[in-house]
């Protein structure tokens, strides 16, 4: 799932996500008081425009060039959001830096010393908020018809148990969606992870 692979599914079609933000983020974003988000993965943007319409200021970040240059046309030149062109598997966002760190749906691959994904943890500001969303595995379709191997990436239960002492774990369960599962999709459960960092 590189960069190529999500240009390919971006130029394949005029919009690939409905452009509502995620029900999941919504539920659980809602009451938060706004400061500096990073939305890791943001695609068409629908989750970051939701986020600074709601007062926050928001890094969104996606590998696919096509998917910002549709979120930015779709921001209408809101200052509130920085469209950011990154693969943060290989590049490290700034350490203490967001209030909120949201990853929806985002394919984080499994490496050995977890340094990708420490690196998101790291970005979370003492008293800030990690948001981690993934679809119930249990719904996948067999990885041959996938195309990949969903044991390859995070889970969030799997980020719950590497958390440390410097974090509460607030929410970490399955499921019902809040909301249609995307066209061409059955997933009707989400696993997710909602954790505060102390310090």
Same mark, same amino acid.
């Given at each position: 799932?590189?960069?190529?692979?999500?240009?390919?599914?971006?130029?394949?079609?005029?919009?690939?996500?409905?452009?509502?933000?995620?029900?999941?983020?919504?539920?659980?974003?809602?009451?938060?008081?706004?400061?500096?988000?990073?939305?890791?993965?943001?695609?068409?943007?629908?989750?970051?425009?939701?986020?600074?319409?709601?007062?926050?200021?928001?890094?969104?970040?996606?590998?696919?060039?096509?998917?910002?240059?549709?979120?930015?046309?779709?921001?209408?030149?809101?200052?509130?959001?920085?469209?950011?062109?990154?693969? !943060?598997? $290989?590049?490290?966002? =700034?350490? /203490?830096?967001?209030?909120? %760190? +949201?990853?929806?749906?985002?394919? @984080? &691959?499994? *490496?050995?010393?977890?340094?990708?994904?420490?690196? !998101?943890? $790291?970005?979370?500001? =003492?008293? /800030?908020?990690?948001?981690? %969303? +993934?679809?119930?595995?249990?719904? @996948? &379709?067999? *990885?041959?018809?996938?195309?990949?191997?969903?044991?390859?990436?995070?889970?969030?239960?799997?980020?719950?148990?590497?958390?440390?002492?410097?974090?509460?774990?607030?929410?970490?369960?399955? *499921?019902?969606?809040?909301?249609?599962?995307?066209?061409?999709?059955?997933?009707?459960?989400?696993?997710?992870?909602?954790?505060?960092?102390?310090?």
């Amino acid at each position: 799932m590189d960069e190529k692979f999500w240009d390919d599914r971006y130029g394949g079609t005029d919009q690939l996500f409905s452009g509502e933000p995620n029900g999941v983020l919504v539920t659980e974003v809602t009451g938060l008081p706004p400061g500096q988000a990073l939305d890791v993965g943001c695609g068409e943007g629908g989750d970051a425009l939701w986020l600074a319409r709601h007062g926050w200021h928001v890094t969104a970040v996606d590998i696919s060039r096509d998917a910002l240059e549709r979120a930015a046309r779709a921001a209408g030149g809101t200052e509130a959001v920085a469209w950011t062109r990154a693969d !943060l598997t $290989a590049t490290a966002p =700034p350490a /203490g830096a967001f209030d909120l %760190v +949201s990853v929806q749906y985002f394919p @984080l &691959p499994r *490496r050995p010393g977890h340094t990708a994904l420490r690196r !998101l943890l $790291a970005a979370v500001a =003492p008293g /800030g908020t990690l948001l981690f %969303v +993934s679809h119930d595995l249990a719904e @996948l &379709p067999p *990885r041959e018809e996938l195309g990949v191997d969903p044991s390859d990436y995070y889970e969030p239960h799997e980020v719950a148990g590497l958390l440390g002492d410097d974090w509460v774990v607030e929410v970490d369960e399955t *499921r019902p969606r809040t909301a249609p599962a995307p066209a061409g999709t059955h997933h009707t459960r989400d696993t997710v992870l909602r954790a505060r960092r102390l310090r």
